[in-house]
């Protein structure tokens, strides 16, 4: 039965798309530039590959690239206009700011309207963009012309969107099942002369997957995986690893590698996969299955996937409902930047992907909070070791907000013990690394492109200012409560976004949608019961 479930899905997503509609793409860049010559003025600079804050420094742009990176002077003095470049076209005064490269999300979904979740494709890219998001790895979207379309339209400044990286997720667009090897190389041929930057996975008979791989590597493309759990058993992470996989999402596959007294993990005897509680609920329970830390199999699968310079994006916020569902639903920003449609999305229900909290108890949560444990020495250990660790959002499901999910990675990140110098260097130059782009983005470099992100906070001293809606801080001077910090500018191939511009964008999508509905305007709660209660349709059955 699983097989044929996950068969009809492959058949689904396998149906070609006969007239390409590309109505999702709203015309026009919100951005300025690029300009002939841009200077970021007195800014403190965070360069990405891990090394300390410094500053003051001017930065000039020219056009889309980085041609000059000057100290103007020390901290607490006043700035030798003799140090300074000379005047710009265009200059952006960051004095007492913060600026980072442009950061890289490793693992995005931009959904669109009729994908299920009822948010626009400007929703979702306004999001990203105004939490400094400057490139995504698309693994997943409405097709594959789709998103290369979206990968054109991003780099030509036609519409607002970060950079786009084209992963399509096996068999996509093809027209046909991927039955036989020779229909799995067939396919990766056929999406490298589409220009696909690589390809998204999540398993398949091993015959399959050896000829797909084999064919990734022969034409130069990247690949990543979700090792669903339907096909591990017959391939875990270091299996895929060694075939030339170049990166694995989640976790999936991982906790397989480690055991040492089976193959497979200990499933209840009821236990079905297409049951998401059935399936989450026990994913929880896997991490304490594989080997102790540090131990002879736990080290010798570490060194494996170093040896292979082998990628991991963890994705820990696609699981932080898992551990603390009460906390995740109630964050202050969904009052705010929530879809009402994105909301009737996280319900719980029987045949939607991520509503696996039917009856999520204490027990269930007390699991994931000893799996995350486990799971995060794991990846601080992995990235001590010199393994590349990046940082992917997978957002748009269990109360996972874009944008705001990928600030909420960097936090798990620093729970799991990187420095926060280590966070960035995950959000920028690892992430440019995994997609084989670092010689262009992922650094405050002379020569790279321009891709920044300007805060007016420390983010190494508090990561929350990089959060749309900032962070409460009491003012000692004026014995006020402030919120401070979010994102002010975003810079993308020099094209300047105001990010506090686009979050209105996205809040007066908002509104528009609740006064659609006949819902009361302004920040609200949203939960369950406000949506059931003050949409006129009534409660969603």
């Keep these: 039965m699983l097989r044929l479930v996950y068969l009809l899905a492959l058949l689904l997503i396998t149906t070609p798309v006969l007239a390409q509609d590309y109505s999702d793409f709203k015309e026009g860049s919100d951005g300025e530039g690029p300009f002939d010559r841009l ?4 800014a403190t600079m965070i360069e990405g590959s891990g090394a300390p804050p410094v500053g003051p ?20 003095l006043p700035i030798d206009p003799n140090r300074r470049p000379a005047v710009g076209t265009r200059e ?14 490793m693992h995005g979904h931009p959904h669109t309207i009729d994908s299920g979740q009822g948010v626009p494709l400007e929703y979702v890219l306004k999001l990203w963009l105004a939490h400094g998001i400057t490139t995504s790895r698309v693994v ?9 379309e979206l990968q054109k339209r991003s780099e030509e400044n036609t519409i607002t969107a970060p950079r786009i990286y084209a992963y399509p997720t096996f068999g996509q667009g093809f027209g046909r099942p991927i039955v036989t090897p020779e229909d799995a190389r067939e396919w990766v041929q056929w999406v490298k002369e589409k220009g696909a930057d690589g390809v998204k996975l999540f398993g398949a008979a091993p015959e399959i997957m050896t000829a797909t791989l084999d064919e990734v590597t022969k034409v130069g493309l990247r690949a990543t995986e979700h090792h669903a759990q339907l096909d591990v058993t017959r391939m875990n992470v270091l299996k895929t690893a060694s075939l030339g996989l170049t990166s694995m999402e989640h976790w999936y596959g991982l906790p397989e590698a480690l055991f040492e007294d089976k193959v497979i993990q200990r499933y209840p005897l009821d236990y ?8 989450f609920g026990e994913a929880g329970r896997l991490w304490k299955q594989a080997a102790e830390p540090f131990s002879p199999h736990w080290n010798a699968v570490m060194d494996s996937l170093l040896a292979m310079d082998f990628t991991i994006d963890p994705t820990f916020i696609a699981y932080l409902a898992s551990r603390d569902l009460m906390r995740q639903s109630r964050n202050d920003w969904h009052a705010i930047y929530t879809m009402p449609a994105l909301w009737d999305f996280y319900r719980p229900s029987r045949n939607a992907h991520g509503s696996y909290w039917f009856y999520w108890t204490t027990e269930n949560e007390m699991d994931w909070k000893e ?7 794991f990846i601080n250990e992995y990235k001590n070791r010199g393994g590349r660790v990046t940082l992917g959002s997978d957002s748009g ?3 996972n907000l874009y944008g705001f999910g990928y600030i909420q990675e960097m936090e798990n990140m620093r729970e799991a013990g990187f420095h926060p110098l280590e966070v960035i260097r995950s959000a920028t130059i690892m992430g440019a690394e995994g997609l084989g782009a670092d010689s262009e983005i992922g650094t405050i470099q002379v020569g790279k492109k321009a891709d920044l992100v300007i805060v007016p906070e420390n983010p190494l001293e508090n990561l929350k200012v990089l959060y749309g809606t900032g962070w409460i801080r009491l003012n000692d001077e004026t014995r006020e409560v402030e919120r401070v910090g979010g994102v002010k500018y975003t810079i993308k191939n020099g094209v300047i976004f105001d990010a506090r511009a686009l979050l209105q964008d996205v809040r007066d999508m908002v509104e528009a949608q609740k006064a659609e509905r006949g819902m009361p ?21």
Excluded: S
């Design 39 to 42: 200077i970021i003025r007195g």
């Design 57 to 76: 420094v001017d930065i000039v742009i020219e056009n889309d690239r980085i041609v000059e990176i000057r100290g103007v002077g020390n901290p607490g």
């Design 92 to 105: 952006i005064d960051a004095h007492g700011m913060y600026v980072l490269p442009g950061f890289v999300d």
């Design 140 to 148: 997943g979207a409405k097709g594959v012309d789709w998103i290369l």
């Design 272 to 279: 079905n996969y297409a049951n998401e509680a059935d399936r």
């Design 371 to 377: 799996n995350f444990n486990l799971w995060f020495t």
């Design 397 to 399: 499901y269990i109360y």
């Design 521 to 541: 305007a302004g920040p609200m709660p949203m939960t369950i019961e406000t949506v059931d209660e003050l949409t006129p349709a009534g409660p969603k059955k």
